[in-house]
Each structure stands twice: as structure tokens, then as C-alpha cells.
């Protein structure tokens, strides 16, 4: 795993505006957790500080140097969610997953995460599943929808 996270950061060597692109490149690949071991080998391939690494990776809600689990949920807690019952969906899906909100599912499967605003306030509660954004989510939508990721 090592060596496919230096041959995407070394794309990048002494480009230190690209290490959004890499950080987000290599999460797939790294259970969307930057360990040390990670962090090392994208600051020596880009040539860059470590401290620029870890300033990024933990400035960006994005990014976690925290085990999360192989899928990543965010629900939405912006203004236009709250008033369209995102709070409510959200305990529906903690209760549903076992878990709370910050915590990773037993199996490892899912980490549960709040996040501001995803831009979809017209078509709000929104929640993203990795890189893959929903809208207009009820319970029973997000009981059909996780099954994909299981």
C-alpha cells in the first residue's frame, strides 16, 4: 500500500499546492486514515514538510490521522438541513448503524460524521457517503442506499 501511496505523491514532487489532491488520492487506499507511516512516505515523495502534511490533513474535516471505517458517512448540518429534519435522520441512522456520531460501526464498515453546509440546501437533508452525495434523504432512502456499501 506503501508504495501505491509514493508513486501517487511522487506525481507531486515540490508541488506543495497538490497535497489536497494526493491526501484525498491515497484515503481510498488507506481506510480513510492517515497514519504516520502514510504521512512519511507522501511528505518524502512531494518533497515536502511533514508538519505541511499533518497541518492539512488535520485543518480539513475530510482528512482524519483517527481509524475510521471503510465508508464515511456525513450528514449534513447546515441550517437548511436542520429545518428539513436532519437531526431527526441522523438519530434514526446512529440507532440504525449502533453507533455515534464520530464512532466507527463494530465491523469496521462505517464511520458516522457530521458536516457543515454540502451545498445542496435546495434539496436538503444531503449526506455524502464517500465521494458520493444524496439528496433529499429520508430513513427509508438511507436504509436502501447503505446496502450498496455493505
Same mark, same amino acid.
Given at each position: 500500500?506503501l508504495?501505491?501511496?509514493?508513486?501517487?505523491?511522487?506525481?507531486y514532487?515540490?508541488?506543495?499546492?497538490?497535497?489536497?489532491?494526493?491526501?484525498?488520492?491515497?484515503q481510498?487506499?488507506?481506510?480513510?486514515?492517515?497514519?504516520?507511516?502514510?504521512?512519511?512516505?507522501?511528505?518524502?515523495?512531494?518533497?515536502?514538510? #511533514?508538519?505541511?502534511?499533518?497541518?492539512?490533513? %488535520?485543518?480539513?474535516? =475530510? !482528512?482524519?490521522? *483517527?481509524?475510521?471505517?471503510?465508508?464515511?458517512?456525513?450528514?449534513?448540518?447546515?441550517?437548511?438541513c436542520?429545518?428539513?429534519?436532519?437531526?431527526?435522520?441522523?438519530?434514526?441512522?446512529?440507532?440504525? #448503524?449502533?453507533?455515534?456520531?464520530?464512532?466507527? %460501526?463494530?465491523?469496521? =464498515? !462505517?464511520?458516522l *460524521?457530521?458536516?457543515?453546509?454540502?451545498?445542496?440546501?435546495?434539496?436538503s437533508?444531503?449526506?455524502?457517503?464517500?465521494?458520493?452525495v444524496?439528496?433529499?434523504?429520508?430513513?427509508?432512502?438511507?436504509?436502501k442506499?447503505?446496502?450498496?456499501?455493505?
Amino acid at each position: 500500500m506503501l508504495n501505491e501511496v509514493e508513486k501517487i505523491a511522487s506525481a507531486y514532487k515540490g508541488r506543495k499546492d497538490m497535497l489536497i489532491k494526493v491526501l484525498r488520492d491515497v484515503q481510498p487506499l488507506t481506510n480513510n486514515t492517515l497514519t504516520p507511516e502514510v504521512a512519511k512516505t507522501i511528505a518524502n515523495a512531494m518533497d515536502i514538510p #511533514l508538519a505541511k502534511v499533518y497541518n492539512t490533513a %488535520t485543518f480539513y474535516a =475530510l !482528512f482524519s490521522t *483517527e481509524q475510521r471505517g471503510k465508508h464515511v458517512i456525513r450528514l449534513c448540518r447546515s441550517a437548511s438541513c436542520h429545518l428539513n429534519q436532519a437531526e431527526e435522520l441522523l438519530d434514526q441512522i446512529a440507532k440504525k #448503524l449502533q453507533i455515534k456520531v464520530g464512532e466507527t %460501526t463494530t465491523d469496521g =464498515l !462505517f464511520t458516522l *460524521e457530521t458536516c457543515e453546509c454540502l451545498g445542496l440546501c435546495g434539496s436538503s437533508p444531503s449526506m455524502m457517503i464517500d465521494e458520493d452525495v444524496y439528496s433529499n434523504v429520508t430513513f427509508d432512502q438511507f436504509k436502501k442506499i447503505i446496502g450498496k456499501y455493505r
